[in-house]
């Protein structure tokens, strides 16, 4: 098993920045991949952002592309999100997800974290 905890969520104004960090632990060997996904009030989880643990390959979604960063420290067991340009829709809970196998980008990753809520005030 893999476990996951993220950190580094809280409030920040329209165009800031945020940095989030989710710690693995457990049989990280085993991991393919890591994801961050997010969900807004009312709506459905999302996929944000995907890397692989092992290789340069890094996917975006369209809504944050040219303002998210992931990133990893494989010595560590870490993955970051770095997020800058915050906007008021950036608001949700944010999920740090690993992956056994590929693809890197999926949906039904086999760890999720219990989320970090971000939320960008105008």
């Known amino acids: 098993q893999v476990q996951l905890v993220e950190s580094g969520g809280g409030l920040v104004q329209a165009g800031g920045s945020l940095r989030l960090t989710c710690a693995a632990s457990?049989?990280?060997?085993?991991?393919?991949?890591m994801g961050w996904f997010r969900q807004a009030p009312g709506k459905e989880r999302e996929f944000v952002s995907a890397?692989?643990?092992?290789?340069?390959?890094?996917y975006y979604a369209d809504s944050v592309k040219g303002r998210f960063t992931i990133s990893r420290d494989n010595t560590k067991g870490t993955v970051f999100l770095q997020m800058s340009s915050l906007k008021t829709e950036d608001t949700a809970v944010y999920y740090c997800?690993?992956?056994?196998?590929?693809?890197?980008?999926?949906?039904?990753?086999?760890?999720w974290g219990q989320g970090t809520q971000v939320t960008v005030s105008s």
């Open positions: 457990g049989r990280t060997d085993s991991i393919y991949a």
């Open positions: 890397i692989s643990w092992r290789g340069s390959s890094r």
């Open positions: 997800a690993s992956r056994g196998s590929k693809p890197v980008v999926a949906t039904d990753y086999d760890y």
